[in-house]
């Protein structure tokens, strides 16, 4: 009982801080108070002893329940308001405030939850959690399921599209699927010194479970690895838009079947990551592009 009191007690006195970060993911205040609680029940249902750092384990926390619910909200294809705007009053006022709801968000600020409201699930997690609450990208990483570079890209991406640099975007994307077409013919045309010209020294190939048991190994690094496993490969690779990035799908008789997350980083692809679990890539925004 004393362990538990302890342990509710510390929860209250980061509950606040909980409440403003999954405000900033979700902009709703009763949503943000449902990811709060599902925290509560996990950390209730977690061994309090293996956990260093009470504080950052329960933003981690948090952060994850938000990413669920934004996909969760992605994939029914629902949106808060039909005009893509913030929730501005909760829907239940029985159980919230509709002048907290207000407060919280003018101190939010309406301006920059519309625009959060644009930005895909990872990206917007990626962003609150940088630029807000100053996580590293390093911390960040598992949260979004991606390595560190590709957590690092995920918020600059977003952060321009929050400052509104289309014009930005379009020519990063440019330069992106230049990139990405020089890489996928060189690896269907076995070409090995034009693998090398266009990954980054020290590129890093990961591949989840189902990808793995695919034909991919688990993890590779650097660009001579990582070159050997592509050359000659990559033939049914098609290019697409990847959570609004540039990145490769296969989908062998139209059935989407694995996703090359590729991050690009100054003209070069620093980071790779092959996608086949089912459940992770229902939750990609995955467009086709022209080959």
Not at 100 to 106: G, I, K, P, Q, S
Not at 142 to 160: C, D, F, K
Request: glycine share 6%; hydrophobic share 50%.
């Amino acid at each position: 009982m004393t362990d538990r009191l302890f342990l509710s007690e510390q929860f209250a006195a980061n509950r606040r801080h909980l409440g403003a970060v999954a405000y900033r993911m979700l902009g709703s205040l009763s949503e943000a108070e449902d990811a709060v609680q599902e925290t509560w029940i996990r950390l209730s249902r977690s061994d309090a002893d293996a956990i260093d750092n009470l504080g950052g384990w329960l933003t981690t926390v948090v952060a994850r329940v938000c990413l669920d619910m934004l996909r969760q909200r992605k994939a029914r294809r629902e949106d808060q308001l039909d005009d893509d705007s913030p929730e501005p009053v909760a829907l239940n006022a029985q159980t919230v405030d509709p002048e907290r709801e207000l407060a919280m968000a003018d101190a939010v600020g309406l301006a920059l939850l519309v625009v959060l409201e644009k930005l895909a699930p990872a990206e917007r997690i990626a962003l609150v959690l940088h630029d807000m609450f100053d996580l590293s990208f390093e911390e960040i990483a598992p949260i979004v399921e991606r390595t560190p570079v590709a957590a690092r890209q995920l918020a600059s991406r977003a952060r321009r599209r929050v400052q509104g640099s289309d014009e930005t975007q379009t020519a990063d994307r440019t330069r992106q699927r230049e990139v990405v077409d020089a890489f996928l013919a060189a690896s269907r045309g076995g070409d090995f010194a034009g693998l090398l010209a266009v990954l980054d020294p020290n590129v890093v190939f990961r591949a989840d479970a189902v990808a793995s048991r695919l034909g991919n190994v688990a993890e590779l690094r650097g660009a001579q690895a990582v070159a050997n496993n592509f050359k000659g490969r990559a033939q049914s690779a098609r290019p697409a838009l990847v959570d609004g990035s540039i990145g490769l799908l296969i989908a062998p008789m139209g059935k989407l079947r694995v996703v090359l997350a590729l991050t690009v980083t100054d003209g070069r692809i620093a980071a790779i990551d092959a996608i086949a679990a089912p459940d992770r890539l229902a939750q990609l925004d995955v467009v086709l592009l022209d080959a």
